[in-house]
């Protein structure tokens, strides 16, 4: 069945790097996401990762997949203030149309 | 400015109310889709819309009835809630619906609208 999780909250002091895992258990993804909701607004894209990639990097951004340990991370490099949110992460499966599977969300806190 | 806007942001209804969600996108997307969040739940997809058809109804309640006039509007017909049917419901949409890979995939989300009902 599908099934994502996430850990419910992260902590980090402005200047760390923060990593945030996510584990799914699905294997016939296709492509992952991560997605940020900052208080009161609706979800913001931030990366996907195709299923045949190993690490994927944007800027401040890197997320790393381990298919093999169904395992899925977004490492936030110099974490400021303003990425204090809730990140998501979503798998996309083969032949599921456009269904995206939700993880319950990781709140970011970061603090001075 | 993600380019899909909802209204109200926020709603207050008590239970023998009938009330609408309006989501408007000016991504020029085919399809739609409306989600709902709860707290400390992932994500629920309740319907999906692709070129005005319904493709996707995630066994909703008849309580919430959905309407596609066109590929920019989505409306969510509300009547006779309950209490637990309090949340943040999410409109998003889509170039395609997942057949063409993320860059015409990929969902972009609205504001939300928070629903209170009494």
């Known amino acids: 069945g599908e099934d994502v999780e996430q850990s419910l909250f992260l902590s980090v002091r402005e200047g760390d790097s923060s990593v945030i895992n996510c584990t799914y258990t699905d294997s016939s993804s296709t492509y992952l996401y991560w997605y940020k909701q900052e208080p009161g607004a609706g979800l913001q894209l931030l990366t996907y990762?195709?299923?045949?990639?190993d690490m994927k990097q944007d800027q401040r951004l890197t997320v790393l997949l381990n298919k093999k340990d169904k395992h899925l991370s977004l490492r936030i490099a110099d974490t400021q203030t303003g990425d204090s949110a809730i990140y998501f992460c979503a798998e996309k499966l083969r032949g599921g149309g456009n269904k995206l599977t939700f993880g319950t969300g990781t709140q970011l806190k970061v603090e001075l | 400015e993600t380019g899909v806007t909802q209204t109200p942001r926020h709603l207050v209804m008590g239970m023998t109310n009938k009330k609408s969600l309006k989501c408007e996108q000016h991504?020029?997307?085919?399809?739609m889709y409306w989600y709902k969040q709860s707290a400390k739940k992932p994500l629920e997809l309740m319907f999906v819309y692709n070129f005005k058809e319904q493709t996707e109804n995630n066994s909703v309640p008849s309580r919430f009835s959905p309407e596609c006039p066109n590929s920019s509007h989505l409306f969510l017909h509300l009547h006779t809630l309950q209490p637990e049917d309090s949340a943040l419901y999410l409109c998003?949409?889509?170039?395609?619906?997942?057949?063409?890979?993320?860059?015409?995939?990929?969902?972009?989300f609205g504001p939300g609208t928070r629903l209170t009902v009494l």
């Open positions: 998003a949409s889509s170039q395609a619906t997942g057949t063409s890979g993320p860059s015409t995939d990929t969902q972009y």
């Open positions: 991504l020029g997307h085919n399809a």
């Open positions: 990762i195709f299923s045949n990639m």
